[in-house]
């Protein structure tokens, strides 16, 4: 694939996305051929097939997509937020509404998405419980027995710290053999330290609270990145798997803004009392997700907000990537990583601008997975199903 200029690549972007959009400003809905490409393990890619489109609230703003799951009832369900800010930088503090949208084909077509009601904020940690029943984390803690047609909410408990239980990614659960929710684990942070917990009635309690990075205080190995969101899976094999958003030790990055961090992966044999130092996999690529395929092995799919390569800035390329592990956890297959959307990208104003965040994955009963991650040129939400 040839490369293009920034300038040129974000006009051809935004030629395309005004091709989309139709006269009301909502993208017309469908999915649309889209290639995905994987390193073929020799500096070269291989083109494979896959699906695309983009969704938005039908007023004007930017919307942004933050859970995905589908249920026992076949139904796929899409969280998200919107707002009225026109900046390609999301947000700028303004009010952002909690939104959902359902789709009973597995993402070939959606219901409108809709504020849902008495709900603001970025819903974080969206989990399906089995039996109708979901829950999620934004300032409160919601819940959903209707499979997710409405929704209530209870305070959201704090950490072990006393401190507020920040999050991003996405949580473990545990299920029997009927599919419903046994226990669930979510990592979480404030200023004073990054946490694991457990609940076992559905996320309304917590309990079995871990600190893997306490021994830093004292001098002593680091488990863990303080102050950090994670990801967490179970592999096949038992271990709980965690991917974690770290600092850089890239100069002179270390210093910049958070969306020069690494994602690094930690492993614990114990149900989550003890955890491995947190390994290197990807520098400038974060929000990690975590999947286990029925085949054994772990898909991670993570935000790229800058491009390095080797320990240098390679490129503009922003967009979404795959990453597989075919061992529970201890490697990454970087040769034969997945690209699932890219665009260049580069603001003048604010070269640590990434101009594209946040992502959800879920593995749908076909076997494929979708995937949904935010390029804030488009203002929407893309949505991607692909199959690795």
């Not at 503009?316 to 990453?323: D, K, L």
Request: glycine share 12%; proline share 4%; with cysteine.
């Amino acid at each position: 694939m040839s490369q293009l200029s920034s300038w040129s690549a974000c006009m051809l972007l935004l030629a395309v996305t005004a091709l989309l959009v139709t006269t009301a400003g909502v993208p017309a809905q469908g999915w649309k051929e889209h290639l995905i490409k994987q390193g073929d393990g020799q500096g070269g890619w291989v083109l494979k097939p896959a699906q695309c489109q983009i969704l938005r609230f039908r007023e004007k703003g930017w919307s942004a997509g933050f859970g995905l799951a589908q249920m026992d009832n076949g139904e796929v369900m899409v969280l998200g937020v919107c707002g009225p800010g026109k900046s390609l930088w999301y947000g700028g503090g303004e009010a952002e509404q909690t939104l959902i949208a359902f789709s009973n084909d597995r993402g070939n077509t959606w219901t409108e998405l809709e504020a849902i009601p008495g709900i603001t904020g970025r819903p974080m940690m969206l989990a399906y419980l089995g039996g109708g029943d979901l829950t999620f984390l934004s300032g409160q803690r919601y819940f959903s027995s209707d499979y997710g047609r409405t929704w209530s909410g209870i305070p959201a408990q704090p950490a072990i710290n006393g401190g507020p239980f920040y999050t991003e990614g996405n949580p473990l659960v545990d299920r029997d053999e009927q599919g419903m929710a046994t226990r669930i684990a979510e990592i979480g942070y404030n200023a004073e330290a990054t946490f694991l917990r457990w609940s076992y009635d559905g996320s309304r309690t917590w309990t079995d609270d871990v600190e893997p990075d306490a021994d830093r205080r004292t001098g002593g190995p680091q488990p863990w990145c303080r102050g950090t969101e994670g990801a967490l899976v179970r592999a096949h094999n038992g271990w709980l798997v965690a991917a974690l958003r770290c600092g850089t030790l890239l100069l002179p990055f270390a210093g910049h803004d958070d969306s020069y961090r690494s994602t690094r992966v930690s492993i614990s044999r114990d149900e989550g009392q003890t955890w491995s130092p947190a390994q290197w996999v990807v520098d400038g690529r974060m929000h990690a997700n975590l999947l286990s395929m029925p085949s054994g092995d772990l898909v991670m799919t993570v935000t790229v907000r800058h491009d390095f390569q080797n320990g240098q800035l390679a490129s503009y390329r922003r967009g979404c990537e795959a990453i597989i592990s075919h061992d529970n956890g201890l490697t990454w297959d970087l040769e034969h990583k997945y690209i699932l959307d890219e665009w260049e990208f580069f603001d003048s104003n604010n070269p640590d601008n990434g101009g594209c965040g946040h992502l959800y994955s879920t593995l749908l009963d076909d076997g494929s997975i979708l995937t949904v991650h935010n390029n804030y040129l488009t203002m929407g939400m893309t949505l991607i199903r692909w199959r690795p």
